[in-house]
């Protein structure tokens, strides 16, 4: 059974910090792009970042440019989004998926970030 679990979320003040984790389990996921998503209250949930598990290729939204970064950790099948200098509007549910096929085919249960101004 494919797990993705995620954790590391909570408050933050506006310019403060948060790293996430995306626990993968069930499956190898060579081969995969891992993601993180966001769905902020009243909105369509949005891509925020994704790289590839081989090779550690990344793309970002452009609103998290800069101060963002997704990476992994093949060896404990863990992906990270280290979140600096936040924004009340990066206030959101944070969702991991990975992506095979050219379908995000798996997704986590969301962690809630909130970033208070």
């Known amino acids: 059974q494919v797990q993705l679990v995620e954790s590391g979320g909570g408050l933050v003040q506006a310019g403060g910090s948060l790293r996430l984790s995306c626990a993968a389990s069930g499956r190898t996921f060579r081969g995969y792009y891992m993601g993180w998503f966001r769905q902020a209250p009243g909105k369509e949930r949005e891509f925020v970042a994704h790289i590839t598990w081989i090779g550690g290729i990344t793309t970002y939204v452009d609103s998290v440019k800069g101060r963002f970064t997704i990476s992994r950790d093949n060896a404990k099948n863990t992906v990270y989004l280290q979140m600096n200098s936040l924004k009340p509007e990066d206030t959101a549910v944070y969702y991991c998926?990975?992506?095979?096929?050219?379908?995000?085919?798996?997704w986590g249960q969301g962690t809630q970030v909130t970033v208070s101004s």
């Open positions: 998926a990975a992506n095979s096929a050219a379908r995000w085919e798996y």
